[in-house]
Each structure stands twice: as structure tokens, then as C-alpha cells.
């Protein structure tokens, strides 16, 4: 097994471990193979890359947020005083180091298992409470400083090494007041709720991240226009709230020699509530949280009368939307698995968001011109910008070939027990549900804002959009590879190849765009356009579905 960077590290240190009862040597192998799976695990922020057998995922993911902190190291070069940058700085900061010990590292911090593995044994409580501190110390700290270290450095050349102290010495209490909130949060939640609806809150920080990956960069040219921007501030009581105004203030205080009492008060509070935080976590928090980790083996057998409504409007969809019995029964099988696949909705929610916030980055250009309300609502309603709306389309269609991921996959051989003499039904089913619960509510909410911006005379060019996006995605169906809905791991790759997929998608969808945007010039030429689109609709739909079992099990080897 390898042995770490880290582990050398603490072997200097391994008196202070023995003195106060720690057993060293069985401490350093927990934290070796620990620090093995880390390696292992794919980070959040790699969901949509594959995998390779003896690739290093956890160094990997340190690049790409070492790329992300490339941005708050520009911050230091920013022409505006200590207290403002290390403001934007630190926020950034925390957010990403917490966000990421939700996502990435609950199953360090939550982890039942390793004490029912190892306290039958010679091992005492103590040396795994230790292991498992230490684990979250080394990973806290490498995280913080591949977001952090360009910033450090930066900052160094240009403030000198008293900047390179205090910000080192406050991203250790920021890590500190990281896992303290951490575990306050799972602690409130395990609190009044079961261990499923944790693992469910957990889910949506790990959509929440990739979400902000997905499209915060997107915005990151437009926060600053340093032609326009002032920066005005005057001290407020509710500044005594706010974290990052504590660690900026030491900068402020000891760089730039600000020696008010407000500065000083808010140094103090840096340094206060995270060494106070970590005495109650220490002292209070670890023995009950540990207790309540238990939760996280129980699920709430409860009857929801929400799921009951739910089940009720999927039948009723069903019957509508289906015409066999073996369909409308693959239709509610499609609806409930995309409901209850936490790593599906991983991957599949931050390109519904990306999706959605596309053809508003679209406009940001005449949003963000500087002329009035009206001005611009006048603009948008005489212009084609409405046709940004495709870039969703391309999106969203590109998102149905997901649904032959699942992290249940093995449970797949169900489909050929079954007595069902073709495979056609069961796709059609599934398809027909993700589109009604994901690619509709969408593109409706989509469509809303446009309209709202626009004016209702665009309504029948969403209309011919919406089907030209069902084209595309019948398009792909019918290239793609011939798979059954939740058949493979999310770590096997695909019929074509997914940057493939994703320029079909470009192309066609830009073709229609095209041909949209030239009828649009023609007396009655969106409705001409609907209503080929249509036909070319349900021609595809015929051959699309012109399946066998042989062609599955083909594709499927």
C-alpha cells in the first residue's frame, strides 16, 4: 500500500499520539487505507468524467480546484483594499470547503462502519476516534490549500510574509468552523429526521456543488466592470455576523495598519468562535453526535400522503400517455426510479440547471447594458433572441441518453425474466416518463420566463422549438446505442462516444434553429414549420422504436 506524504509527516509527531493513549501503528494503517480509498472515491466535481482503472481521482479533482482558485488568486491583484478582496476571497473559500466536505467527505465524517469493524477487535475506541480526526484533518487541509494556495502565494509577493502567516493560520480556523457547522447541520437533521432524509439532504449539496461548477464560472467574467464599479463601505452591527468579515479584518488590521475598534473586534471574533467551536466539538458535540450516527441505518417506514398523491397523478399521467399495459406499468417502473436514484439525479440535475440558465447567459448582454427596464423589454421583444432557447434544446435532449445509468444496475436481468415478447413497450415507457419529468417542467419553466420577457406572440415559436428539441432527441435515440433504461454502471461508457452525441445534438438542433429563424421572415411560416416537424416527428418515432430483444443483447455484449 502506498505510503503517504502526510503519514511520514505524522510519524515525527508519533510521541504526541502515544502520550495521550493512542495506539500509533494501528492509527497510521487505519489512516493508510483510509487515505487509499480517498484516492479511489470519484469526487463531486468529477461526476461526469470517466473513471480509469488506476487512475487517481482524488489528485485529479485537487487540479480542477486548484483551477477554480486560480479566480480568488486574481482577486489579490484587484487595485481595491485588503478587507473587500479578503471578503470575496474567504467567502468563495468556505463555500467550496464546505460544500465539498458535504459532498465529498460525509462518508468519513458519518461513517458508522469502521466501529463496527474494528471495536470487536484489539482496537480501542480512542485510536479510531483519533484515525478518524486525523483523516479529516489531512483532507480539510489539502482541499483548502489547492482552492487557496495560488491566493497565498499571490498574496505573498505582493503583502509580504505577514499575509502568508495570518492566512495560513486562518485556514486552519477555517477548517476548523467547517467541521464544527458540519456537524451541527447532520446533527439537527439526525436530530428530527431518519438516516434516508440526511442521505437525501447530502444528495442535493452534491447537486448543489456541481450545479455551481456547472455554471458559476459562466458568471465569473461578469461580476466585476471595473470601469463602473465603486466600492463604498460603512461598518454595520450585522457585519458581527458575517464569517468572512472576521478573517478579513486581521488583513485589514495588521497589513494595512487599520487599527480601529472595529477591525479589532472582528479579529478577535476570528479567532474566538473557531477555537471555541472546536472545544464544544471536542467536548460536547463528537460523544452525542456519534450517538445519533446510529440513525443512519433506520428509514422511516411512514406513510406519506404526498407519495400517495404522487402515485395517483403517475397512473393518471399513464393511462393517458400509454397504450399497453406492459408500457403504462414501465412508465410508473421509469418515474420511480428516476425519483429514488440519488447518483442519477447527481448527474442529471446539473445539466437540467445548466439547461435552464443557457439561453438567459445568452442575454446577459442586453440585461446588463446599463439602459432601463423598459428599454430592454422593449429590445428583447423585437429581437430573435428567443432562438436561445435551442441551446436548452440541445441540452436537454442530450440528457435522455442518461437514463440507462444506474447505481442499481445489477438488478437488470429482471428484464429478461420477465414474459415480455418485445423490448419496444418498455422503451417507449421510459422514455415517455423521463420526458414528462424532467424535460417538460423545464422547458415550461424555460418557456415562461421568455414569454414574460418577450411577449406572447413568441408562444408559437417555443411551440416549434419544444418540437424540434423531441426530433433531436428521437434523432439521438435512434443513432444511439440500443440499451434498456437503468442496464449499465455509470463508470461504463457509452454507445457513441458522449462528445459525439453532444455535437448531433449541436447540429441538428442549429440546423432547425436555421431554418426556424429564415421562416420566421415568411407569412405563416413557423406553423408550415410545426407542422413538417411533426411529421418528421412521427416518422422517427415509428423507427426509433423498430426494436428487438436480439438487438438488445447485441448491443448490450
Known amino acids: 500500500m502506498k505510503d503517504f506524504a502526510a503519514l511520514k509527516l505524522l510519524d515525527r509527531l508519533d510521541f504526541l499520539f502515544k502520550k495521550i493513549g493512542v495506539d500509533y501503528s494501528t492509527m497510521r494503517r487505519i489512516l493508510q487505507v483510509q487515505l487509499t480509498m480517498d484516492e479511489r472515491r470519484m469526487p463531486t466535481i468529477l461526476t461526469n468524467q470517466k473513471k480509469t482503472r488506476n487512475g487517481n481521482s482524488f489528485k485529479s479533482s485537487l487540479i480542477i480546484y486548484g483551477i477554480l482558485g486560480f479566480f480568488i488568486g486574481l482577486l489579490m491583484l484587484v487595485p481595491f483594499p485588503l478587507f473587500y478582496k479578503m471578503n470575496l476571497a474567504f467567502g468563495l473559500i468556505i463555500f467550496m470547503v464546505m460544500a465539498t466536505m458535504i459532498s465529498d467527505f460525509s462518508t468519513v465524517l458519518l461513517d458508522v462502519k469502521d466501529k463496527n469493524i474494528l471495536l470487536p477487535r484489539p482496537v480501542d475506541a480512542r485510536t479510531i476516534n483519533t484515525a478518524k480526526l486525523m483523516h479529516i484533518v489531512i483532507y480539510l487541509f489539502t482541499i483548502t490549500m489547492s482552492i487557496s494556495g495560488l491566493a497565498l502565494l499571490v498574496g505573498l509577493f505582493k503583502y509580504g510574509v505577514a499575509f502568508a502567516l495570518i492566512f495560513m493560520f486562518e485556514l486552519v480556523l477555517i477548517c476548523c468552523l467547517v467541521v464544527f457547522f458540519t456537524s451541527i447541520l447532520y446533527m439537527a437533521i439526525l436530530s428530527f429526521f431518519d438516516g434516508e432524509k440526511l442521505k437525501d439532504m447530502i444528495n442535493y449539496i452534491q447537486i448543489l456543488l456541481s450545479v455551481f461548477m456547472l455554471v458559476g464560472y459562466q458568471f465569473m467574467g461578469r461580476i466585476f466592470n471595473l470601469k463602473l464599479l465603486t466600492v463604498t463601505f460603512h461598518p454595520a452591527w450585522w457585519h458581527f455576523l458575517i464569517p468572512t468579515t472576521w478573517f478579513a479584518a486581521p488583513f485589514s488590521l495588521f497589513i494595512e495598519h487599520n487599527s480601529s475598534q472595529y477591525f479589532i473586534a472582528l479579529s478577535l471574533l476570528a479567532l474566538i468562535v473557531p477555537t471555541a467551536a472546536t472545544v464544544l466539538y471536542m467536548t460536547l458535540v463528537i460523544p452525542y453526535f456519534e450517538g445519533k450516527l446510529q440513525k443512519l441505518n433506520s428509514s ?258
Not at 419496444?424 to 415562461?448: E, M
Open 300 to 557: 422511516s417506514m411512514r406513510a406519506n400522503k404526498g407519495a400517495a398523491l404522487r402515485v395517483k397523478i403517475q397512473r393518471a399521467a399513464a393511462n393517458m400517455l400509454c397504450f399497453s399495459r406492459t408500457e403504462k406499468a414501465f412508465y410508473q417502473f421509469t418515474q420511480n426510479m428516476l425519483s429514488n436514484e440519488r447518483k442519477l439525479k447527481l448527474q442529471l440535475y446539473p445539466q437540467l440547471a445548466f439547461a435552464l440558465a443557457m439561453p438567459f447567459l445568452m442575454l446577459s448582454g442586453i440585461i446588463g447594458s446599463g439602459g432601463s427596464w423598459s428599454d430592454i423589454l422593449v429590445e428583447l421583444a423585437n429581437s430573435k433572441l428567443y432562438l436561445a432557447v435551442y441551446w436548452s434544446a440541445i441540452i436537454l435532449a442530450f440528457t435522455a441518453t442518461m437514463i440507462s445509468s444506474s447505481e442499481n444496475y445489477s438488478g437488470a436481468w429482471i428484464y429478461r425474466a420477465l414474459p415480455i415478447e418485445s423490448p419496444v413497450p418498455l422503451l417507449k415507457g421510459s422514455l415517455k416518463a423521463f420526458i414528462v419529468k424532467f424535460i417538460i417542467p423545464i422547458y415550461l419553466l424555460i418557456a415562461l420566463i421568455f414569454v414574460l420577457l418577450c411577449g406572447l406572440k413568441i408562444i408559437p415559436d417555443l411551440i416549434l422549438i419544444f418540437i424540434n428539441m423531441i426530433m433531436v432527441l428521437l434523432f439521438i435515440f435512434k443513432l444511439n446505442r440500443k440499451e434498456l433504461p437503468f442496464y449499465r454502471d455509470f463508470q461504463v461508457t457509452q454507445g457513441m462516444n458522449r462528445m459525439g452525441i453532444m455535437l448531433i445534438s449541436v447540429l441538428v438542433c442549429g440546423f432547425c434553429a436555421l431554418v426556424h429563424l429564415l421562416l420566421t421572415y415568411v407569412p405563416f411560416g413557423v406553423t408550415l414549420n410545426i407542422v413538417l416537424s411533426l411529421v418528421i416527428i412521427t416518422v422517427l418515432w415509428r423507427k426509433s422504436f423498430n426494436i428487438t430483444w436480439k438487438e438488445i443483447i447485441k448491443d448490450a455484449i
